[in-house]
């Protein structure tokens, strides 16, 4: 485990924390005044390799040579030169500094981070972090790489969970969810919706099925797959029998067949690695997907438990109606499945430069 300390003075700033993956939904920007959970479980740190914040530059202020040279192979609308590296971590997590509330940037509910860092170290008063918490943000404290250092505590973590391990260990992600609201479509304060990290995941997944397509069409497994992933890929892929096959593979399932090109795999929520397959499926696209959106497409709960007042067994299920399925059709992010793409070197295809053209206007608005 490590704790990080101000590198100015050696104070410490945070508990003991162990490394995990940064997570998808990581730069999720969520509907219009959601109020949107902690980003990271407590106890664990992530580190985001990108640059982060300001200061930021036009398309037309960067060189081709390069944006590619930082993993971004088709135009975005600005691109930050803040320092890469943050260490994102629970708000809870953080110790020994102290907030600038007047370094709110543009924020409507909370704070966004546009200002810059807004918390300093209480014994030197060095800028060391950002808090976030805006509404329609995941939030989150995130360390600046060059203002603090890790110190190892307490040994070196043990070996990551093996896969067979994290499937017996770990639970699938509702697709649904209550959404907390600055005042809800009811007036409630709340309201029942797709996940947020469902969507933010599909966003993710359904850049690299694009890419897997290779401009053909793709035909995923039916059910809740299909509902996540087929309308898009059927709007934004030219029509005709489906000529590439994606199924969901990963530990405890079956080996895929013959004539399957894509397999929807897990991703290795502790390390970020994604499940890798042997034998003659080795050559297929992977198409990754956070471990618990995996684990619900492979094992689908037919209806949501809701525990009794006080808590009850893990086991025991109460007869509840069913909670009602969203509104609406299931949509993937948007700003994750462009953040994804434009990092794929695939994008530079004119038909995929194509679909980015349309993430606004055109037959692909209504997808996200």
């Known amino acids: 485990m490590f704790v990080f300390v101000c590198a100015r003075c050696d104070a410490e700033l945070t508990v003991p924390l162990s490394q995990v993956a940064l997570p998808v939904h990581a730069r999720q920007n969520y509907g219009n005044g959601a109020q949107l959970p902690v980003l990271m479980e407590a106890g664990t740190f992530a580190v985001d390799p990108e640059p982060w914040g300001g200061p930021w530059r036009g398309w037309d202020e960067v060189d081709p040579g390069e944006a590619e040279a930082r993993g971004i192979y088709a135009p975005v609308p600005t691109l930050s030169d803040g320092t890469p590296g943050a260490i994102v971590i629970a708000p809870g997590d953080i110790r020994g500094t102290r907030l600038i509330p007047e370094k709110r940037g543009g924020s409507c509910c909370g704070l966004d981070g546009a200002d810059g860092p807004n918390m300093v170290c209480a014994a030197c008063d060095q800028p060391v972090a950002t808090r976030v918490d805006d509404c329609s943000l995941w939030q989150a404290a995130r360390l600046s790489s060059d ?18 391990e994290l499937v017996e260990s770990e639970e699938g992600t509702s697709p649904f969810e209550l959404v907390a609201t600055w005042g809800g479509p009811s007036g409630s304060g709340h309201y029942w919706s797709w996940s947020p990290r469902w969507e933010a995941a599909a966003g993710h997944a359904l850049a690299h099925l694009l890419v897997a397509s ?155």
């Open 147 to 164: 203002a603090v250092r890790r110190v190892l505590v307490g040994g070196v973590d043990g070996e990551p969970l093996s896969w067979a």
């Open 214 to 368: 290779q401009g053909q069409p793709v035909e995923v497994p039916g059910g809740l797959t299909a509902d996540v992933f087929q309308r898009a890929l059927d709007t934004l892929l030219p029509a005709g029998p489906p000529r590439r096959h994606a199924v969901l593979a990963g530990p405890g399932q079956p080996a895929p067949g013959t004539g399957v090109d894509i397999l929807l795999v897990p991703i290795h929520p502790q390390t970020g690695q994604i499940w890798t397959p042997t034998g003659p499926a080795a050559s297929a696209y992977l198409v990754p997907l956070p471990l618990g959106v995996w684990l619900w497409l492979v094992s689908p709960q037919t209806y949501l438990p809701v525990p009794a007042s006080g808590g009850i067994p893990k086991d025991v299920l109460r007869d509840h109606p069913l909670p009602p399925r969203p509104n609406r059709l299931f949509r993937a992010d948007r700003g994750t499945f462009q953040h994804t793409l434009v990092r794929l070197p695939a994008v530079r295809s004119p038909w995929m430069r194509a679909i980015l053209q349309n993430l606004t206007y055109g037959r692909s608005a209504d997808l996200f």
